[in-house]
């Protein structure tokens, strides 16, 4: 069973995990909890370490593997000494895929990897090999443009998504500009405003308020067609 708070840091850091692969640091997590220093992180990392519900992957820096995780997103009902309870289950480990299966994605239209341009939702889908995608929902968008080709990215490449609204600076994004224009673009966090760099010394970066724009996924593979 678990206090609310231990509730929240397990399920903030099993979030983490699907959606990066890494563990959130020490100041993500006191952020995330509202905590005011990093000492009541630590406490709520031993204590969960200690009832086994989370692990320390040793000679890895923040590596924290989740062994349980909640079973309902809602805590439990108080206990008699009024704590926030949750129970627990122990997770089944996911059965990997078989390298030739094949996943049909939504594929929704054209995304800009240049100035933005509107990704047209649509009712397609794209055949993906299983073993270019990881854990998560992922959708596909046609690449328009050349702003990324430095990173390997060119125009009629289909970008194959993780659906999030979260990235770190540095990870490739759909960006959603405006609410009106999405892009494809390296994401940096710079003096309080959002910056969208291009992979193409051509381009310059594009600056904005942070209130203007939303992260609708992160690239994890391409697929390539040869005619």
Known sequence: MLTAKQHELIRFIQQRLEETGISPSFEEMKEALDLKSKSGVHRLISALEERGFIRRLPNRARALEVLKQPEDATPAARSAKGDNIVELHRVAPAQ???ANDVIEIPLHGRIAAGVPIE???????????AALLGPGEHYALEVSGDSM???GIFDGDFALV???DMARDGEIVVALVRNEEATLKYLRRENGMIRLDPA???YEPQIYRPDEVQVQGKLSGLLRRYH
Do not use: D, K, W
Request: glycine share 8%.
């Open 200 to 202: 193409n010394g051509s």
């Open 119 to 129: 990704a047209i939702e649509g009712q397609s889908s794209l055949p993906v090999p």
């Open 162 to 164: 993780r659906r999030t």
């Open 96 to 98: 990997p895929r078989p």
């Open 149 to 151: 080709i430095e990173a």
